[in-house]
């Protein structure tokens, strides 16, 4: 499978834990997405890398949320002293960084769905 | 400012064709995209349009694009039962920064 993949699946934690989530691309892709999607909503952008550079941070990202990409390769993205309100599904996307391309489609992993107890 | 808009549930009969609607409110967009979401997964991009068209069509899919009234539609043909998910319209405006509506729960019945 050549596909966006991410783990856990599932996480189920108590309130005022860690927890990290784990992204790995579609390899050559270098572009690398992170979404926050609550119940019945849309997916909403939290931040994003080219490379191993984050070169944005949507202010749904507080600073109990923090994400990397060392390599340029796999992400991850980690929720310091987890909120009932952390309760999403966190989507990773990636998508080429093709200057030949003119659109911007972005491929998406199955999500890790995060539970705070 | 930024914001999509689309209904939140259709329903249809097997065979019959689906229309999904969405409204967006950034005259800047460039692209505006289609993703399918079945229960449990992730989203799959069906389809995109560039801002410069008024249709696309790739085999039951089509999309309509009105850029004066900032409308995007998808339309299915010869729906299946397959074809029940969540629907989500995203706009972007070339860049990464993507923008999604609230989804559309299509519920086709046998």
């Known amino acids: 499978d050549t596909g966006v993949s991410q783990d856990p699946r599932h996480k189920i934690t108590k309130r005022g834990q860690n927890v990290t989530f784990r992204c790995d691309p579609i390899?050559?892709?270098?572009?690398l997405y992170w979404y926050r999607q609550t119940l019945g909503q849309g997916p909403e952008f939290l931040t994003y890398?080219?490379?191993?550079?984050?070169?944005?941070k949507s202010r749904l990202l507080s600073d109990r949320f923090s994400a990397e990409r060392p390599k340029g390769s796999f992400s991850t993205l980690e929720i310091q002293r987890t909120e009932q309100g952390d309760s999403a599904m966190y989507l990773c996307?990636?998508?080429?960084?093709?200057?030949?391309?003119?659109?911007?489609?972005?491929?998406f992993g199955p999500g890790t769905r995060l539970t705070v107890t | 400012g930024e914001d999509v808009e689309q209904s939140l549930f259709l329903s249809v009969r097997e065979g019959d064709s689906s229309v999904i609607n969405c409204t967006y409110t950034?005259?800047?967009?460039?692209?505006l995209y289609w993703y399918k979401q079945e229960p449990g997964a992730g989203l799959q991009l069906l389809t995109y349009?560039?801002?410069?068209?008024d249709m696309k069509q790739d085999q039951r899919l089509t999309v309509l694009l009105n850029k004066k009234d900032k409308h995007l539609s998808l339309r299915i043909a010869d729906t299946q039962t397959g074809d029940s998910a969540i629907y989500f319209c995203?706009?972007?405006?070339?860049?990464?920064?993507?923008?999604f509506g609230t989804g559309t729960r299509l519920k086709v019945l046998a």
């Open positions: 996307a990636s998508s080429p960084d093709n200057r030949d391309r003119v659109s911007y489609e972005q491929y």
């Open positions: 390899s050559e892709h270098n572009r």
């Open positions: 890398f080219q490379n191993e550079a984050q070169l944005e």
């Open positions: 950034d005259s800047s967009s460039t692209y």
């Open positions: 349009i560039f801002s410069n068209m």
């Open positions: 995203a706009e972007s405006k070339g860049t990464y920064k993507y923008i």
